[in-house]
């Protein structure tokens, strides 16, 4: 038990060397750590938004968003089916009243309009009820309504992919350790430490980023355009930063152009495989290049062939930002974006695109600052309290144990090092409810050296020699500690695994405390307990 091979002295010597050098940046004042030559590696402790301030955003989905969505869907599935061979002719369709509704000219083909879209309806929920009703009335008219429990799948969806794209987006920004939450049906919590201004934040969630070239129709006429009439296979759409004199676009003192393009999509953000800002190399303008996938690439050039010398709407969000002349083929799956951007917009636009469109329109609810101040003061609190609790317990040791009291003082203070520099190597976030876990870890650091001092004392009450008493002190007392140790491992996993903000911050700490405790309170402790019996004392103290 009190055997330590060489290989075994150096390896628990190499890991606190190690993780104690890890943690000297994080103890180094910022100015220092600046000062540091470029090579020299700095993993530091994040500091969560509590401690470093920050920026706080409540996002609000607009779920009545989600529900046109669905009805807009299955209207243009029901046209594209029907259109499907055997082609079925079907009346116009409406969506009115929150339902979906069109008529069936032959009524002999009513079943198999029923087949074809009982393909697009399934179950929702645990109550086996579909997430469309399919009725017919009056014999050949369809009426398609959602039901709620398809809606409620659909809000769901809709809200956890909307998630997974603002941690994308916030990731993009380079931001450490933000904390991004669903809290409820509709809404999302984002925390941002160490942005202290939720201005471009702000800009960058609230952006759908749906990405669509369509082709203008230049058939449209400006005085009915300003009248919101479009062609037949057309919609209006604003184009603002539109190019003075075009015949095809309606202009307006007080308000945006509008140009009318076609309804039918050339390509879609879906296709897209990378967006990045770049200079126009003549004109030096920031631009967004697009790059698209194969699919997209070889549709993009045939559409391109067959419309050489026409206009093709850019449309992000519903609006146009650009509507360039194809002025030849674009074969290399390459397009660009240019609409009067700085290269802040520019950029924003191409983390929204890169990132993926949001299946779900997102408001910003509430918002605030976390002043560092704060934070600092809280950090003040949290040392002192640490530092406090370290004196009192290296007292408490040093009265009670003597010798071994000084063992357990040298491993309290390491076991505080190997923390941080944990910390520090797996770019940890340190929050309030983080340093209280760091402060009952230190408290709770010598408990397995009470234990083992205890056994040992026992054990010499027997009439045990020194080097048996402090044997049987270890073992005995081991197996208790990796039991006890163990089951707080797993609390704070579960802490971690269903916990979320602060609640993982403190499972952190407390696991990492929890293993690097352990390591020194018995490994290391042991280890210099071992080398001192090498000197063959007669007498233990303690």
Known sequence: MLDFPRWKVWSVIAVILVTVLLAVPSLLPGSVRASLPAWVPTPTVNLGLDLAGGSYLLLEADTADVATQRLEGMQETVRTEMRRSPRI??????????????????????DAVRERLNQFTTGAGFSGQRDWNIEVVDSTRFVLTPTEEGLEQAIETAMGDATEVVRRRIDELGTREPTIVRQGRDRIVVQVPGLGDPTQLKELLGRTALLEFK?????????????GIAPVGSEILPYPDAPGGLPYVAYFPDQPPRVAVQRTTMISGDQLVDARMEFEQTTNAPGVVLRLDGGGGRRFARVTTENTGRPFAIIVDDEVISAPNINEPITGGVARIDGGFTSESATQLAIALRSGKLPIELAVVDQSTVSPELGQDSINKGVFAAVLA????????LVTYFRFGVYATIALIVNILMIVGVMALFNATLTLPGIAGFVLTIGAAVDAN??????IREEQRRGR?????????????????????????IAAAIMFIFGSGPIRGFAVVLTIGIVTSVFTAVTFTRLMVAEWLKKRPKQLVI
């Open 450 to 455: 009470v234990l083992i001092n205890e056994r």
């Open 89 to 110: 002719d079907i009346g116009d369709i409406s969506v009115r009243d929150g339902r979906v509704s069109f008529m069936v000219r032959d009524a002999s083909q009513v």
């Open 390 to 397: 370290t004196v009192l317990v290296i007292a408490f040791m």
């Open 215 to 227: 082709l203008v129709d230049t058939t449209a006429d400006p005085a009915q355009l300003a009248q």
């Open 465 to 489: 020699t020194v080097v048996h008493s402090i044997e049987f002190g270890y073992k005995e007392a081991s197996r208790a500690i990796f039991d006890a140790n163990i089951t707080n491992v």
